[in-house]
């Protein structure tokens, strides 16, 4: 198997889209959350090469990733993104999402469930279904901050590094995310206009909680499993997955916090390898 990791780009409507691929054998698409890029999944790429061909992919706006004209939400990160999997050839995918990924996972999941093979969703929940509710529960004061205009990056211009260190603290006290960890976020996040084009997927909460909502009237037909973090969340994100799949199956690493990819990622990938194999048994090519 080739665990090499490859870097490339392709450029779907107008959209340069920047990717890392490695292994052989049916895709698994990994998508990152905020504020990340497709480094979060270097510690899970290895393991999951071994028996698929992996693709870790910087979201519109992101990481080395181009801003989308159309502006940035999940349902057009979605779209794009199965444009980009018809692009390559890849035929139907495993789709991996983390934080952010997570809804724009769902949402190419929901509106092309031909292409998805599987849907895993990872410490986060969907728009419209626990999200509200999570909000006011644990107090995530960022995303009304982050929704008003202009304002978050302006007051975060030059200070990169202290907001994005707030948002990895736990992780940073384990020794899972080190400050060189954080360098490499930093040469995406300090660039201009990284910042805005992050807040701009949380400024499009509500057209994309609508159209969660409007794709959530037919249940995902492929096999789903939800992820919690016991020191994040819990049992959250299966509670909200099960609402839009009724049959996802589900766990909570309970000594793992939000960022399991990087801090939890043997306990993440024994779940994940499992379940991917069983869904390639009983998704047909």
Known sequence: ????????????????LHWVRAGSGTPVVLLHGWPQTWYAW???????????????????????????PRGHGVRIAADLLDAWRAEL???????????L????????????????????LLAVVLHGFGLDELIARAGLWH?????????????????ERVLLEHFYAHAMESGAIRP???????????????LANGFAYYRNVAADTAAIADLARTPLPMPTLAVGGGLAGGPAPLHSLTRVAPATRGAVIEDGGHFLPEERPEPLLSLLRPFLAEADASVPL
């Open 42 to 68: 270097r510690k899970v790429i290895p393991a999951l090469a071994r028996d698929h061909e992996v693709f870790a992919v910087d979201l519109p706006g992101l990481g080395d990733s181009g801003s989308s």
């Open 180 to 194: 060189a960890d954080v360098d490499v976020y930093l040469r995406s996040y300090a660039r201009p206009g990284r």
């Open 101 to 120: 990924g997570g809804p724009i996972g769902y949402t190419w999941a929901a509106a092309h469930p031909g292409h998805v093979r599987s849907f895993s």
């Open 143 to 159: 995303f009304g901050f982050f929704a008003v205009p202009g304002l978050a990056e302006e007051l975060a211009e030059g200070r």
């Open 1 to 16: 198997m080739n665990g090499t990791q490859e870097h490339h780009e392709t450029t779907i409507d107008g959209v340069r």
């Open 89 to 99: 050839g890849l035929g139907r995918v495993h789709v991996v999402g983390h934080d």
